[in-house]
């Protein structure tokens, strides 16, 4: 039996720790770059990583493994939102596109000259870094080369090729990815602990999260895993041609586009596997193994690495202007034929 986890371990996932070391390290040495770049896939950790640091560096009286002390004045003000030298950039929440606009790089560069009159370093979040728009990357390359005072720029991105490489290549590169299967696992299983379906249910979330265990946790309840075995459902008659694209494609609309392209990508996946390494395959969908077989004793391997291919430009589109309906219909058409019957 593995020990369990301990509950700092539980809110801080062990899989941080070795980049929450080498960070903690460098602040020690007084080593901060003025910008790091922390990269990983969504649902691994990333933001917990940089709070730490964050409030770590903002605490006068830090704990003695790094960590801030929780208590002081400035913990305080960090906890309620109003620490006024950290300074926070996202996109706008009420716009449509999901993009950090140039306004709020400018008024970010704007703001770190007042607050520097304080004294200490600066800090800024731009999460998520890489739905920056090219006008407020360019914006922040200004920063970045002439910064407006001691500061330490925080970029959290998903994507690092959404990124222009002269913004890249001024950061400190942290990347953060998936964890080792046994460790996200227990993690899991101490998150979700009395919750519905015990072993299975975590590993087979832990699988459609393709590893990552935040995601798996936040984005993977039970009522998601129902739309998930529904959709596979839908994919298995749309493959043996009982059902008709356009109409499924009408049924896939409420999980919305990101979800049921990340999906779809999955299942391509998954055939692609089990047609190359048959039953020893490890899955994103492990509970569906037996219907995934079959369906991939007869697909067409060329034409499922061309649709995947097509999946997965698709998913970086979903949020411009692309017709998400349409879009869908034209990718289950593909699918349907791509098992010879
Ligand atoms: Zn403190």
Redesign the pocket.
Known sequence: MPEALTQAETEFPPWLAPNWARLSQARAADRLPHALLIAGPRGVGKRLLVERLVRALL????LPDGT?????P??RLVRAGSHPDLLRVGPDPESKSGEIPVEAIRELRGRAMLTAGRGGRILVVIDPADRMNSAAANALLKTLEEPPGPVLLCLIAEQLGRLPATIRSRCQLVRQGIPPLDLALRWLEAQTAGGEGGDVAVAVRLGLARGAPLRARDELDSSVLDQHARLRTSLVGLARGELDPVAEAAAWSPVGARLSLDWLAGWLCDLLRLATAGEDARLNDAAGGPALAELAARIDPLAAHRLLRRVLQAAGLTDSTVNPQLLLESLLMEWSRLVSR
């Open positions: 605490c006068p009286s830090p801030a002390c929780g208590r002081c400035d913990c």
